[in-house]
């Protein structure tokens, strides 16, 4: 089942499935179930015509119950928009992550609820309708309710007689051309479907039946019983033991972490997925090309709330040093070879490097003073203003970088012992080879060799 996983994971990846979405995955947000719907309509109907009449089955009871009563069809939506519209949610979460993974761009649903279209908001496009078709926009989400809409009641199929019209007489129906067209293309996953209902089984053979010609398909659904399996092997679905809400949880985070990964290496290749999969998690990208490929150039925070992870694979010594640096011992910058490396951000990956050569982590500590002085020789008239400097310290040495117009002088000192005043200095003196003016390079040297000749100088800032 892993590998079947894993490519099923990476058709949606590459925006190359299609979401058939059944009452299964609304059961954690509290809607019923077909089987229930069936015996709520059940109990409308007169006693006469309960008798031998399986409950169960929801087609047939609907379709009895609008033959037999004058408001039979008024009875029917009242108590689909009671169960789908009107009553409340328990919770919407696993909806809400299925609308953060952008690359899946077209749901199918048998669903009468409203969970779907409330989670995506905007991002999304309800069609129910053959005249929705003609307004597609193909920048969001198209949500295809196939049983209709309660929006307009005219739209919902539900009855025996709704049932066969939709999946067997209305061959020219515009919405199943498009589906069609889609189901040829891409590869379909079904959630929320047991086949333990007759009901949703009875769904399932006639959506199969009606899509001959499609590509690979998976069926999400947990623990079905052997035979079960056996028959949807030799329909060609391949099975996945879980949850919709188990399957799509991992299926969030999944496509999440690797977007700009599957950009990179061309897996995915819109630019505007990436894109909207960043901004959903505070961030954004730049776009370029390198040796001809598309790619992510940079990534950046949208504010400041951003959560990194950074892992890596390093060589020995990596830990003296590390624990050097942490407790003052040096003061210097480490730089620690590295065989791997990734950084995430919110999530997301955004970098992965491995096996690179001359690939190091550079740790830098922050300068207890990061000012400028002014040095004033009491000895002789010399005085240097605005000189920048960086000190650095803890209880084991201190390091002092003067910065001078050509060049740095360094130095550090090293205590001798925690309780003792007796340092050892070392002076640092780093000259730049070019220059534009002689006078820089006077006064340059003129500065150093009042200062290693033992000169008296003050130091104020200004």
Known sequence: MKEELESLYESVRSEDAVLWVGAGFSFYADYISGKDLSKQLYKKLDKTYQKNLDRNNLQVVAQTLENTKEDGRQIIVQILNDEFVNKKPKSKTYHKKLSEISQIKTIITTN?????????????????????????????????KIHGDLRDPSTIVLTKKEYLKFFTENKENV?????????????????????EDINVDYTLEMIWNKLDNRKKSYLIAPDLNPSKISELESKGIIYINSTGEKFIAALSKIAKKVVVHD???AIL???????????????SA????????????????????????????????????????LTGRTLDDINIPLRRASLDLNGISVLQLKDMENLHLALRRNPNIDSKINIKFTDVDIEVKDVPIKAYASEYSSKVNVSLKLGDIIIKAQYLGLKTSDFEADFTLTTISKFEKIEDVLEHFNLVWNLFSGKNFKITFP
């Open 112 to 144: 009468y609820d409203r969970l779907l279209e409330d989670s995506y908001k905007d991002n999304a496009q309800l069609i129910y309708r053959d005249n929705d078709i003609s307004s597609i926009d193909e920048r969001k989400v198209q949500i295809i």
């Open 175 to 195: 919405i199943w051309s498009v589906i069609k067209e889609r189901v040829a293309t891409k590869t379909q996953i079904f959630i929320g479907y047991s086949l």
């Open 263 to 265: 950009y990179n290496n």
């Open 269 to 283: 290749r819109s630019a505007e997925t990436v894109q909207k999969t960043l901004n959903e998690n505070n961030l």
């Open 286 to 325: 730049d776009f370029g090309q390198h040796e001809g490929k598309n790619i992510v150039k940079a990534i950046r925070a949208l504010n400041n709330r951003v959560k990194g992870k950074a892992n890596f694979s390093y060589d020995s010594g990596f830990h003296r040093a590390l624990n050097d640096a």
